[in-house]
């Protein structure tokens, strides 16, 4: 089936330093990428959706300029957490739509675990 | 009112017991409802996918969708240790890219 995979899986980094994360489509095409963000305990939030050739849309309460993304070809996306403080630590997720399925069905990637000391 | 309610547990059952796992929603407009599992520190597994009402059965799983009641749910029949994890519905309007999630059963089954 389809997979999606995310880079790195676990990052520790020190406050005001930037990580970036990395998600791909493995075996297909996606023009249209998510990003989410899920806390402890906590069901996954979504911060952007990502779109190949254009801009990233936010979502409400999400700054732009602090979670840059950048849908750089058909089968990559990434997160960049600018200048992180402790307040970023948490799971990020992405997803892609299901081929054939337009984007009503999502996979999964097996998230990146951020610690921002 | 959150737009996705789901009881978070957790929900502890013995191995081989039919596990009942639900969600209700406020928002009528929703088309497609989805149910994921999510071990832990992993990244959310789709397990079923429905449009509109109706049953789906995919081996030990089904998911039915009520829509006049507003309720979805997810069964589990000869439920196994592996099957210990967090459940999540979603559900999103056709041709958005939102999707609605609630906030996760976290299902225990004991050997």
């Known amino acids: 089936g389809a997979v999606v995979s995310q880079h790195p899986s676990r990052v520790i980094c020190k406050s005001g330093t930037s990580v970036k994360i990395e998600c791909r489509s493995l075996d297909f095409q996606a023009t249209t990428m998510f990003w989410y963000r899920q806390f402890p305990k906590q069901s996954l939030m979504l911060m952007a959706t990502?779109?190949?050739?254009?801009?990233?849309?936010?979502e409400q309460g999400v700054e732009k300029d602090k979670f840059l993304i950048n849908h750089a070809s058909l089968t990559l996306s990434t997160l960049t957490v600018t200048s992180a403080h402790p307040e970023d630590s948490s799971f990020y997720i992405c997803?892609?739509?299901?081929?054939?399925?337009?984007?009503?069905?999502?996979?999964f990637g097996p998230g990146t675990r951020l610690t921002v000391l | 009112q959150k737009e996705v309610e789901q009881d978070p547990g957790p929900l502890s059952v013995p191995e081989g017991a039919i596990v009942s796992l639900n969600c209700t929603y406020s928002?009528?407009?929703?088309?497609?409802f989805m149910w994921y599992r999510q071990y832990s520190r992993k990244g959310p597994e789709l397990l079923m996918y429905t449009y509109s009402s109706g049953n789906k059965e995919d081996g030990r799983f089904t998911a039915q969708v009520d829509k006049s009641s507003k309720y979805i749910s997810l069964f589990i029949r000869d439920s196994q240790p592996s099957d210990s994890a967090t459940y999540l519905c979603?559900?999103?309007?056709?041709?958005?890219?939102?999707?609605?999630f609630g906030s996760g059963t976290k299902l225990n089954v004991k050997p």
């Open positions: 997803s892609a739509p299901v081929p054939g399925l337009g984007t009503d069905t999502q996979y």
């Open positions: 990502s779109n190949e050739g254009s801009k990233a849309t936010y």
């Open positions: 979603a559900m999103s309007v056709y041709n958005f890219n939102k999707f609605y």
């Open positions: 928002n009528s407009a929703f088309q497609y």
